[in-house]
Structures are given as C-alpha cells and as structure tokens.
C-alpha cells in the first residue's frame, strides 16, 4: 500500500470515528468530547460551536469502536450560548462543571436528572432569565425549593436562578451560601440571610447589580474571595460580629457604596484588594471602642463610632415576655435618624415598625400577624440611653426573630441588633377563652365578681375554678 493509500485510509477511520481537535477533543454529531480512559466515560467539553435551540445530550457517544455513556458536562461546555431554549441532560451525567451553562440566557427552565450528583455552583452563572430548576424526583442529592437548588442536606445553596425578581429569603436550614449560589442574580434586590449562615463562599453574590444593601449576619464567620464583587448598586453594608477573615476582591467595584459598618470589635482580617474601587472617604463605622485598632483596616480614612455597647447582641434588649406581647429596648445610636423594628416568625415578617429618632411611633405596617389589635401606645419610653417599646398582638408560645435596626438620614444602616424571644403559653383565662368551644363560654355575675361560665363549670378572671 503506497503513503498516499495509507494516509487516505487514516483520515477516513478519524472522521468515521469523528473529527479530532486540539486538545483531544473529539467533535461527533456536532458535540465536543473528551475520553477518560479511567473511567470509559465522555466528557462534554467546550468545542467554540454556537449552539441554538432544543440540545439534546445523547446518552452515550461511540467512538473507535467502543460505546462511552457521557458522564459530564464539563467547564465552559455551553459558556454564552444565548440561542439555547432548552437543554435535554440524560441520566448518565454524574456531575455539571463550572460555568457549564454560564451565560445561556435563553434557558427558562432546567431539568437536573437523578444521576447528577454533582454541581459546581457557577454552572448556571448569568442564566438571567432561567426561573425554575427542577429536581428528578427520584434524586435524592438535590432538593429544590422556589427553583433554589440545594444539596441533599438543605443545609447549602448550590443554585439560585438568576431570572428571579425582588427579594429572597434564605431559609433557616441554610448554613452555607455556596459557590457563585447568586452569581449574575441581576434581579435581586434584596435578600435576607438567616443567623444559621457561617460561611458565604467565593462569589456566592457576585455581580448582583440590583442588590442595594446587605447586612451579613452575626453567625457568618467567613467571606469568601469575590462574593459581593461588581454589585455596583450596594449602597450600604453591615458586616456582624463574627465575620473574622474577609477574602480577596470581596467588595471590588462596589462603586456605590456611602457607608460600611463592622460589628466586631476585633478587625476582621481583610485580604488583598477586598474594597478595590471602593471609595476610601465614606464612613466606617466601627465599636466604639475599637476605632484605633481599625484605623488603616481596608484603607479607610473616615473611622467613626457607633454608639457605646451597640455592636453587641445584648440579652437585656428582650424583656417582659407575655403571651401575646413583648418589650424591646434599644440604646440609641450616634447619626441615626431613623430605628425600625422587624418581628419575624418561621422567616415571614410579621411587623415592621418605625420610629424616629426621639422615639415616636411613625408607623406599623402588619405583615402576617395572627392577631390585629388597635395599639394605644404611640411612642417609645425613653430610657436613660436608648427607649422601649412594647409589640403586641403576638401568638402565644411561639418563637420569634427580631431585628432592631439604626438608619442615618440617607437611609444607611450604621448599626443592627438581632435575636430570638419566645411567647410564654396561654394559661388561665386566655386558655379557656382560646379553647376551641370558646364561643360557647358566657360571663356571669356572682357576688358582685364577673366569672366565665363554660362546660358547666365558672372561672374568675385569672382562669381559676369555683
């Protein structure tokens, strides 16, 4: 057989087998893959095609003879592929690198079979109007809840789908905010984060340009490498008390940020770049007792106080716990024109009420409460630093959240105080009167007293039988 012959008898085994690329990858029925000789499997990667419409990932591909399953979708697979409307994942794939789909803003909805056990956080970066994912429902790696993609536990978010709108509220089993979670989140412009969080990791925020401020929890101990990066629209963050290592890029080009408040009265350490472009003029507020030791921290110049003892969580702001009502005392705040009382029960708000800074009631707004009472009480007591103020029509035994927040002028939160207090049971006549033939139950007058008359039996206004 002549060169000619041999070489012609080559290049018809390759494109029958399919078309080699640099880099070993393997272009058939137009996908890219990369065999692993360990595993015998294919790995889709990046072939710099632009793919558009319905894909459909086959179950498995051959290639020189031998069938591989297609085991991974691998970084950058899909990366920018604006035109692509849905995609088919079979049930061979194990695992989803990162950025695998980064930037497919067509896809809508997404479908993670139950093979997947695998999701790099980033796979869906910047799938700004993708508002669902949805679970096989014989996986049992991956749960998802409101289109959020968590691991089995629930305990970390692996995927939040960058076409929701407005807030989100992070649920009270989350205790990490995982890789590049938010990453592209355009939409969001709020979210809360519950006291369960420790850890936001690397990029979990990044380029969530709608988000205008962000108050990171007492719990969280840790923020990692770009979380909040290019979240241009931040005008305001509160760092809590427990936040000890600030990663690298953490706040870079957060160009709109007027004030930063840390609550930790030793400085975080703070990695390199981490409020590059941030400007170095706007206030840090800081414990008060800690403004020398945060003076050159991040490259801030203009360090001011918050007010004595208010970067701690305090166990006296709770007292006078009822059935349906409780006290809450605040000290007040140097710079602050504005304090708001949020109540939260199972992470649904229930009030939200405002005060000015001398302590006058400005507004209760109900969010969910199980009782409306009419409030005679307008004004907060003041106290010899700070006021109290008492929030009722409350449930009975039942476990709240609170948050007591200090606002400046222009809005910014300088200073937050968070907790739990729980309601004490009902007892004595508010028990007989809730009880569930309570309709039944009528006055009566005996000796002069009014006794509650019910089942045949009459109580006196402490909930005590004759």
Not at 323 to 344: F, H, K, L, M
């Amino acid at each position: 057989m002549t060169k000619t012959k041999n070489l012609t008898l080559f290049l018809a085994l390759v494109l029958n087998a399919g078309t080699m690329f640099a880099g070993g990858s393997v272009i058939i029925d137009g996908f890219a893959y990369r065999f692993n000789q360990t595993s015998l499997t294919a790995e889709l990667v990046r072939s710099g095609n632009s793919y558009s419409g319905d894909i459909v990932i086959p179950e498995s591909v051959v290639y020189n003879e031998i069938t591989y399953p297609v085991g991974s979708i691998e970084e950058s697979a899909f990366y920018g592929c604006t035109g692509i409307t849905s995609v088919t994942i079979p049930n061979s794939v194990t695992y989803i690198s990162s950025t695998a789909f980064c930037g497919c803003t067509g896809l809508t909805s997404m479908t993670i079979p139950n093979g997947v056990k695998d999701i790099s956080g980033s796979a869906f970066s910047k799938c700004t109007n993708l508002n669902a994912i949805i679970v096989a429902t014989d996986n049992d790696y991956y749960s998802s809840v409101k289109g959020v993609l968590f691991d089995k536990s629930k305990t970390k978010i692996v995927i939040y789908p960058g076409g929701k709108q407005g807030g989100y509220t992070i649920p009270n089993s989350v205790t990490t905010i995982g890789k590049s979670a938010f990453d592209g989140c355009i939409g969001l412009t709020s979210v809360t984060i519950p006291h369960g969080v420790t850890k936001i990791e690397q990029s979990a925020f990044y380029s969530c340009t709608g988000l205008t401020s962000i108050t990171i929890a007492n719990s969280v101990t840790k923020i990692g490498d770009h979380a909040f990066c290019d979240c241009s629209g931040l005008t305001a963050v509160t760092i809590g008390n427990s936040v000890t290592s600030i990663g690298r890029y953490v706040f870079y080009n957060c160009t709109s940020l007027a004030s930063v408040t840390v609550l930790a009265t030793t400085p975080p350490s703070v990695e390199r770049e981490a409020f590059s472009n941030v400007s170095k003029t706007i206030p840090l507020y800081v414990p008060a007792g800690s403004v020398s030791a945060y003076q050159g921290w991040g490259g801030f110049t203009n360090i001011q106080p918050i007010s004595a003892g208010s970067a701690d969580v305090t166990t006296n702001t709770i007292s006078d716990i009822r059935e349906n009502s409780v006290d809450i005392s605040w000290p007040q705040v140097t710079g602050a024109n504005q304090y708001v009382i949020e109540i939260r029960f199972n992470n649904v708000l229930v009030y939200t009420i405002t005060f000015n800074s001398q302590g006058q009631l400005l507004s209760i707004v109900n969010g969910a409460p199980s009782l409306l009472r009419d409030r005679e009480n307008t004004a907060a007591q003041a106290l010899s630093n700070g006021w109290k103020y008492t929030v009722s029509s409350l449930d009975a035994d039942k476990t709240y959240t609170y948050s007591v927040i200090a606002k400046n002028s222009g809005g910014t939160t300088i200073d937050t105080k968070t907790g739990t207090f729980k309601t004490l049971p009902l007892s004595g006549l508010e028990e007989i009167l809730s009880a569930p033939n309570a309709t039944d139950s009528k006055k009566i007058l005996i000796d002069g007293q009014i006794y509650i008359l019910r089942d045949g039996k009459a109580y006196d206004l402490t909930g005590k039988s004759l």
